[in-house]
């Protein structure tokens, strides 16, 4: 199976489990009613002062003001290096899925934000989980990038380790700190990793084009040109 192809088979399983989210949650499913308020309690039961900390620290991976700074260092590492395209790529991606996709879908289902045991005062409707979803965007692009640039395998690996742990405290803290319920949280990674595959097999989709474009221009000219060579032996 071709990458692309990969890429736009994850995103088609993550879209269409969200989608079945959204139905249950739009029906108001027991279900999931059952299943966010098991889950609250379960992640919830250990609650200390270190625990507060930590899941404070860790949701801030997650928040505009970090993911902004960590964007701003990957494109001038990106541009440092002679890739502006991918930079542009990560760009594009990471605000389409953050500041249009995320907003609309929480506008669109209007979900109050839980309840029980509030630690973190936030605003706001709360499906799906917008940390949740910055987190996902943006480590799971690095994720992309480094699969893609990176030569070293330990690299490659290390980045899917750490960037997936990452997402996952963001997902875990949001939860924790009461201000999402799970599926909040689990919407906001499928939405995430959506767009983060559609948009990278669209643009392995492009390069590809541009290369077999570039190869039969190539091609052509070396026609042409054996062609005028042979006009001109012909000719003495």
Known sequence: MRKEHLFFLIGSIALILFLLESLMISLASSYVSWADRNLIQLVQSGISASGIRLMLSMTQLGSPAAI????????????????????????????????????????????????????????????????????????????????????????????????GAAILMVMLSRVYLGVHYPSDVLAGLLTGTAIDCFSAGLSLRRSLHIRRYATSGNEVRKGKSAAETQDQCTSS
Do not use: D, M
């Open 68 to 163: 902004a700074l960590l964007s701003l260092l990957l494109v001038v590492f990106l541009i440092s290096i002679n890739k502006s395209g991918a930079a542009l790529w990560f760009l594009a991606t990471l605000l389409f899925g953050s500041i249009i996709v995320n907003p609309l879908l929480k506008q669109l289902f209007g979900r109050p934000r839980p309840a029980i045991h509030r630690i973190l005062i936030e605003s706001g409707f709360s499906y799906p989980s917008g940390h949740a979803t910055a987190a996902t965007l943006f480590f799971g692009l690095l994720i992309i990038l480094s699969l893609r640039y990176a030569r070293q395998r330990l690299i490659r690996i290390a980045s899917v380790l750490v960037c």
